[in-house]
């Protein structure tokens, strides 16, 4: 599975970093970077929580392939 993000509608409110920093951080100038776009054992649980959270609905994790 894989993470994907919306960046035309992230509004850079680093609700995702919050809750999993290993994979998703803003940089100096605000725009948001994925550390990883893999979904692993390790942080799964964490990313779905962040998709959840995040406000802007920008997070998505779609099947390897699509
Ligand atoms: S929680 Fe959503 S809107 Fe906020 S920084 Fe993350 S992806 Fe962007």
């Given at each position: 599975?894989?993470?994907?993000?919306?960046?035309?509608?992230?509004?850079?409110?680093?609700?995702c970093e919050?809750?999993?920093?290993?994979?998703f951080?803003?940089?100096?100038?605000?725009?948001?970077?994925?550390?990883?776009?893999?979904?692993?054992?390790?942080?799964?649980?964490?990313?779905?929580?962040?998709?959840?959270?995040?406000?802007?609905?920008?997070?998505?994790?779609?099947?390897?392939?699509?």
């Amino acid at each position: 599975m894989k993470i994907k993000v919306d960046f035309d509608l992230c509004e850079s409110n680093a609700m995702c970093e919050a809750l999993a920093p290993d994979v998703f951080e803003l940089d100096d100038d605000d725009f948001l970077q994925l550390n990883t776009d893999d979904v692993t054992a390790e942080n799964e649980q964490r990313v779905r929580q962040a998709a959840a959270a995040c406000p802007r609905a920008a997070i998505f994790l779609v099947e390897d392939g699509e």
